[in-house]
C-alpha cells in the first residue's frame, strides 16, 4: 500500500502587534509577517484585543511571502478573552455570550484563549458555562514542565470533545515560533479553519526553562498593567 501523504502547515492563530490599541506592543503587523516568512510560517492570524487589524495591504504582504493572513480578534466577554478566527466586524459588538451567540457566524472559530490561567482576563467556569461557543481550546506556549496550567485545558478539551490549538500568543517579537500548531490542511482560510474543528492538528510546544518562565510572566504582568491603565483613559475604554 502506497503510505498517504499529509500537508501539515505551521500555523499560529494567536498573535498581537503594534496595531493592538490596549497593550503596548513594540512590532508592526508587518514585522510580525516578516518573521513568521523566516520561521516558515504558512498561516497565522493577528488577534489584537477588540480590534481586527486585517488590510487588503496587510493580506496582499502576507501573501508575497506565502503566507496566508487570517482576520482576527481577541475579544472581551463580560471582561473576560475569547479568541474570534476568521472574525468579521459585527462580533466587536458582543459585550455577553448571550450577544456572541446572537453575533457569532459559521464562519467564525471561536477559541477559549489560556482559559485556566491565572488573572482577570481568563475564562475559568466561564467557559464551563458557555462551552457550546466554543470550537476549540487553546494550549498556551507560556508554561513550565512543574508549572503548567494547560493541564486542565487539555482535561477540558478532552472532557467536551474539542480539539487543542497551539499558539504563541506573542506580545514580544521574541516569544513568537516557540510554539504553533502543525494543522493538516489545504492553504486555505476555510480549509484551516475546518481543519481546526475537526481536531486534524499537532501541538508544536516546549516547556520553557525556569528563568524564561519567570522572564516572561513578569513581562506579562507589565503589559496587562499597562493595559488596564490605558483602558482607564477618557476614550480608550471599550
Same mark, same amino acid.
Given at each position: 500500500? =502506497?503510505?498517504?501523504?499529509?500537508?501539515?502547515?505551521?500555523?499560529?492563530?494567536?498573535?498581537?502587534?503594534?496595531?493592538?490599541? !490596549?497593550?503596548?506592543? @513594540?512590532?508592526?503587523?508587518? *514585522?510580525?509577517?516578516?518573521?513568521?516568512?523566516?520561521?516558515?510560517?504558512?498561516?497565522?492570524?493577528?488577534?489584537?484585543?477588540?480590534?481586527?487589524?486585517?488590510?487588503?495591504?496587510? @493580506?496582499?504582504?502576507? %501573501? !508575497? %511571502?506565502?503566507?496566508?493572513?487570517?482576520?482576527?480578534? !481577541?475579544?472581551?466577554?463580560?471582561?473576560?478573552?475569547? /479568541?474570534?478566527?476568521?472574525?468579521?466586524?459585527?462580533?466587536?459588538?458582543?459585550?455577553?455570550?448571550?450577544?456572541?451567540? %446572537?453575533?457569532?457566524?459559521?464562519?467564525?472559530? =471561536?477559541?477559549?484563549?489560556?482559559?485556566?490561567?491565572?488573572?482577570?482576563?481568563?475564562? /475559568?467556569?466561564?467557559?464551563?458555562?458557555?462551552?457550546?461557543?466554543?470550537?476549540?481550546?487553546?494550549?498556551?506556549?507560556?508554561?513550565?514542565?512543574?508549572?503548567?496550567?494547560?493541564?486542565?485545558?487539555?482535561?477540558?478539551?478532552?472532557?467536551?470533545?474539542?480539539?487543542?490549538?497551539?499558539?504563541?500568543?506573542?506580545?514580544? /517579537?521574541?516569544?513568537?515560533?516557540?510554539?504553533?500548531?502543525?494543522?493538516?490542511? +489545504?492553504?486555505?482560510? +476555510?480549509?484551516?479553519? *475546518?481543519?481546526?474543528?475537526?481536531?486534524?492538528? +499537532?501541538?508544536?510546544?516546549?516547556?520553557?526553562?525556569?528563568? *524564561?518562565?519567570?522572564?516572561?510572566?513578569? *513581562?506579562?504582568?507589565?503589559?496587562?498593567?499597562?493595559?488596564?491603565?490605558?483602558?482607564?483613559?477618557?476614550?480608550?475604554?471599550?
Amino acid at each position: 500500500m =502506497v503510505p498517504i501523504s499529509r500537508t501539515l502547515l505551521k500555523v499560529d492563530l494567536h498573535t498581537h502587534t503594534a496595531d493592538d490599541p !490596549e497593550e503596548p506592543i @513594540q512590532y508592526t503587523s508587518c *514585522e510580525l509577517i516578516d518573521r513568521a516568512y523566516h520561521l516558515g510560517y504558512d498561516a497565522i492570524s493577528i488577534t489584537n484585543h477588540n480590534a481586527i487589524s486585517f488590510t487588503r495591504y496587510l @493580506q496582499d504582504y502576507a %501573501r !508575497e %511571502r506565502g503566507i496566508v493572513l487570517i482576520p482576527g480578534v !481577541e475579544v472581551d466577554i463580560v471582561g473576560k478573552h475569547v /479568541l474570534v478566527v476568521n472574525a468579521h466586524g459585527a462580533i466587536l459588538g458582543a459585550r455577553t455570550f448571550d450577544d456572541f451567540r %446572537r453575533l457569532r457566524i459559521p464562519a467564525n472559530l =471561536v477559541v477559549a484563549p489560556h482559559p485556566y490561567f491565572p488573572g482577570f482576563a481568563s475564562l /475559568l467556569w466561564h467557559m464551563r458555562k458557555n462551552m457550546d461557543v466554543f470550537d476549540a481550546i487553546e494550549f498556551s506556549w507560556f508554561y513550565h514542565s512543574h508549572i503548567n496550567f494547560n493541564v486542565f485545558a487539555i482535561r477540558a478539551a478532552a472532557r467536551h470533545g474539542l480539539p487543542l490549538v497551539c499558539t504563541s500568543d506573542c506580545h514580544h /517579537l521574541a516569544t513568537f515560533g516557540a510554539a504553533y500548531s502543525l494543522v493538516e490542511s +489545504e492553504k486555505e482560510p +476555510e480549509a484551516i479553519i *475546518e481543519a481546526v474543528r475537526a481536531g486534524r492538528l +499537532e501541538i508544536a510546544a516546549n516547556p520553557l526553562k525556569l528563568r *524564561e518562565f519567570g522572564k516572561h510572566g513578569v *513581562e506579562h504582568i507589565t503589559d496587562v498593567t499597562v493595559g488596564a491603565i490605558r483602558r482607564l483613559l477618557p476614550g480608550e475604554g471599550r
